[in-house]
């Protein structure tokens, strides 16, 4: 285990040492003077000096990625161009917002779309199944900021029970704050609801048929007995997989959720900070992003051997 | 079992719902504002983004003077001026008992600090040539400024209420990003980034206590947040097309205003067959401003012959000297031997750019101009052609008050060379009789109306909605900021 877990640290550090300099490669060729862009088109030539100086933006690239990095791996981050105050500062106000919106969709993701999926194979081929099909296939087809237009109108403008965006904040309660995030997480989470109880479904109906179900059986097992403990441990397997990989969808869609919702996340802040050049947040937000998928990744891997312990010596 | 778990989800929600309603109510002492952008910071002395003002301006900040929903120019920290004979030595009285935030006291040292500031070698005010003729700036006592000038400049008592010259003290000046602190009736109180900025009254006794400036980027999440009683007012709404739903719903009160925002259609004038007055002018007549209007921004916007506004004293309606006439541009490009053009027409993000180009361009084929669509981000746009005057044809809104000088600068995108025009301005920055300064602007209106620089589209409007009772908003955006100082619940 120990090996493992060393081997995949060092895997991770690789990985981002390769994304770090890819993000900065393609930052650093996006047109676009961050100093034109923040001053206005009636700024002076001078002025502009004065700010590309400021910002370091004359010294040369390869300087400026070596800084980037060695502040990096000294726990520094930069101070953002355009608001002025550290990055770090920046990303854990935003994520504050991010993580428990992506969470809250991920359960609600798992919760509906696990029990759905698994009516729908053990009641394959009736109404319920077809039932089951027919949200998914809806789910996966309704794109998300749609959903989310509706939803607001609906249950804010018409009903009044939700705010119809933005995020009042931690200190203003739990219960308000987790009451501005429903709508939102609803609206991230049914996309991969459907997915997921597509996925399960496949996944159920795959193990239903193994010679080891038919053996459970006919040792006389009940059915409930047979699905919960035998059925779904060896389904678990692609759902983890599809799990882990909607996570990272949920952080990207939560951009443009974040967007109709007007909630100050880290979706907004990586439109903002593309919108503005402000590359120094930009970079670190994507290296962050690129971190968070690894270490998905990482904890589904974990999973495996948890629900399979063949996958341990496998590892 | 199935329907028992719905049934109990129904009920769970029901109860959490009831009990929960109501907790978004408004107190009257309180105002919630929607804004598009969120500003990049607070300071309105380094940053020349719009929101900046949006939210602080008149609010947190106060200049010597200030600029009112007309656009005139009003006493704000002087309370009085006088100007000396030659117009090269304004002597300003400042207003007694002022103070900072922070508790520290304005006074005339303060106003040579803030103007120095501004005018410094190292300074990034985004606004520079607003403070061109100042020679230096003196404290005669604690309230009694002077400024002195090198050549008379007759803006600058307007020059001096813009935001960018608002009065900032030695002592929190370097923090005014992160922390504004200014003299206005109004202080910053908290930034919560990507949501709102929070302003709180200096005196108990304001009509409004709480002041909160939400950024909504998305129009339609405005409309929603306004009609869901999250947010009272949209100062400039985005979407004119749910401005018509808006208008006929008895809750809101909408106001169709007028901003500093000419909309044109730039030419490159250096380029060939461009640089032909001929062919800029066949450009010019090919234009059907209406239609544009219409199509574009709903029917909301003034047409204008000119680079100027139309609410200001000085505007001449040249709109004749352009208007739309198929035949006459056909005519005009083939007496200049360009029957068959083709033209890149190169578009940043904005509706009005974008929409509009469309129509643009189905009119220019009406007189046999291809004109290929190329829509840019901003940044491009910034490099492509703003700096690097690559392209023909682009779309853009110039949004600065009384920015006409544009064209008598060297090397501006749209490489308008004329000596008679900088002559003007010559003659406009010498004359301080604002009679005699109109008269020069309108010749200059001639000028670039009758050398066609730039097809003249039409002024951004400003469409602000509010919950009825509120007054005092303002209707006309001359400078780009939210004055909540005169807003009150009836």
Known sequence: ?315 | MTRTIRFGVAVVLAATLSFLTGAYAQPKDSLTIGLTLEPPHLDPTAGAAAAIDEVVYANVFEGLTRIDENGAVQPQLAESWTVSYDGRVYTFTLKDGVLFHDGTSFDAHDVVFALDRARAEESVNAQKPLFAAIDRVEAVDLRTVRIFLSRPEGRLLFNLGWGDAVMVAPESANNNKVTPIGTGPYKFDRWVRGSHVRLIAVADDRPLQRVTFRFLPDPSAQVAALRAGDIDAVANLQAPEALIALRSDPNFEVAVGSTEGETILAINNARPPLNDVRVRRAIAHAIDRQTIIDGAMFGFGTPIGTHFAPHHPAYLDLRSASHYDVAKARGLLAEAGQPDLKLTLKLPPPTYARRGGEIVAAQLKEIGIEAEIIPLEWGQWLEQVFRGKNYDLTIVSHTEPLDIGIYGRDGYYFNYDSPDFRALMQRLNDTSDSSARNRILGESQRLIAADAVNAYMFQLAKLGVWRKGLTGMWQNAPVQANDVTGVRWK
């Open chain 1, 1 to 315: 285990m120990l090996t493992f877990l060393a081997r995949r640290v060092l895997l991770l550090l690789a990985t981002l040492l390769v994304a770090s300099f890819a993000i900065f490669v393609v930052l650093e060729v996006l047109p676009g003077d961050a100093a034109l862009l923040m001053l206005g088109i009636e700024a002076q030539p001078d002025t502009l000096a004065a700010l590309r100086d400021q910002m370091g933006l004359d010294r040369p690239a390869l300087s400026r990625y070596l800084a980037w990095v060695g502040g990096l791996a000294a726990g520094e981050t930069g101070v953002s161009y355009t608001y002025g105050v550290p990055v770090s500062q920046l990303i854990s106000e935003r994520m504050s917002v991010t993580l428990p919106l992506a969470l809250m969709a991920l359960v609600l993701s798992v919760v509906i779309a696990i029990p759905i999926g698994m009516l729908a194979a053990t009641r394959r081929g009736t109404v319920r199944d077809y039932g089951v099909m027919g949200f998914s296939q809806i789910g996966m087809a309704v794109p998300n900021f749609w959903f989310a237009i509706l939803s607001i109108l609906f249950f804010a403008v018409l009903l009044g029970w939700f705010p119809a965006s933005g995020f009042p904040g931690w200190e203003a309660g739990v219960r308000k704050a987790l009451w501005a995030l429903v709508l939102p997480a609803i609206s991230l989470a049914l996309p991969e609801a459907a997915i997921l109880a597509r996925v399960t479904r496949t996944a159920v109906l795959d193990t239903l048929e193994a010679d080891y179900v038919r053996m459970a059986r006919a040792k006389g097992l009940g059915p409930r007995r047979v699905l919960w403990s035998h059925v779904l441990r060896n389904a678990l397997v692609p759902i983890t997989t599809i799990i882990g990989l909607q996570f990272a969808f949920l952080l990207a869609g939560s951009i443009v959720v974040e967007a109709v919702f007007a909630l100050p996340g880290l979706g907004r802040l990586t439109f903002q900070a593309v919108s503005k050049r402000d590359l120094i947040v930009l970079r670190d937000v994507i290296l962050l992003l690129v971190t968070l998928v690894v270490i998905v990744n990482f904890l589904v891997d974990i999973a495996y051997a948890v629900i399979d312990p063949r996958a341990r010596y496998a590892a």
